[in-house]
């Protein structure tokens, strides 16, 4: 019985991240670099293999508190990111988080990346 409300637990403190899809696949391995990286001197980069053949992908950075900090809808396979917010607002230091949607016609792949602002 312990194990489901933990369980339940963490889904309830993620619900913001949830995304419910009737048809879902992997995205595959997908890479940030540099990481840790510095605003001031460097500009981070997310690519992956598995996001060429994606239609649309949804890259959305969150801070630690789960408030949307910065996003981009492109059919790129690469994103770019300043570690600004959308407002020009140079980001504070500490952990992030770049949640990828991306849509494979009918299929929803769903991705987080953890990344460390210096």
């Given at each position: 019985m312990r194990k489901y409300v933990i369980i339940l637990s963490a889904i309830?403190?993620?619900?913001?991240?949830?995304?419910?899809?009737?048809k879902s696949r992997g995205i595959g391995?997908?890479?940030?670099?540099?990481?840790?990286?510095?605003?001031?001197?460097?500009?981070?980069?997310v690519d992956?293999?598995?996001?060429?053949?994606?239609?649309?992908?949804?890259?959305?950075?969150?801070d630690f508190n789960q408030e949307q900090i910065y996003s981009s809808s492109v059919a790129a396979s690469s994103f770019t990111?300043?570690?600004?917010?959308?407002?020009?607002?140079?980001v504070s230091p500490g952990l992030y988080f770049i949640r990828i949607i991306a849509t494979f016609?009918?299929?929803t792949g769903l991705k987080y990346i953890k990344v460390i602002v210096q």
């Open positions: 309830l403190i993620a619900a913001p991240f949830v995304l419910l899809h009737s391995v997908v890479r940030a670099y540099p990481n840790p990286f510095n605003p001031s001197t460097d500009t981070l980069t992956g293999a598995g996001l060429a053949s994606a239609t649309n992908i949804e890259y959305t950075v969150y990111w300043s570690g600004y917010t959308k407002t020009g607002r140079r016609g009918s299929e």
